[in-house]
């Protein structure tokens, strides 16, 4: 019996070995969409003068508040709003303009757009 539930175990451990060796490293899991608004402070990069910086607060859909900190490769005019995607590890997705309208009504309430 102990020897089953050894051969068990080290299946087991073997099968979760396999399967996060074998995963796709690109793929990135989105834990869940930030919303910002621009305003006036934008930093260009050092390294490239075509690509801008942004640290900003970011509101979750539950209006839960966060530095948000994302590269553009064009500059937003103030007020602009924003939907950035964050992963779990902290890397933000693609940067998506949107309307008042697709903002969760508590981001509406924290940036007084309601």
């Not at 068990?8 to 919303?35: A, H, P, R, W």
């Not at 500059?75 to 940067?95: A, F, H, Q, V």
């Amino acid at each position: 019996m102990k020897g089953i539930k050894l051969l068990v175990t080290i299946f087991s451990c073997v099968s979760m070995l396999m399967l996060f060796g074998c995963s796709n490293e690109n793929q990135v899991l989105f834990e869940k969409d930030y919303y910002v608004q621009i305003g006036d402070k934008v930093e260009q990069s050092a390294h490239n003068d075509e690509q801008y910086i942004y640290n900003v607060t970011g509101y979750d859909n539950d209006g839960q508040e966060k530095v948000v900190s994302f590269f553009s490769e064009k500059m937003y005019d103030k007020g602009t709003l924003i939907r950035i995607p964050r992963s779990i590890e902290g890397y933000t997705g693609e940067p998506t303009v949107i309307g008042a309208d697709e903002l969760p009504e508590k981001v509406k309430e924290k940036l007084s757009l309601k």
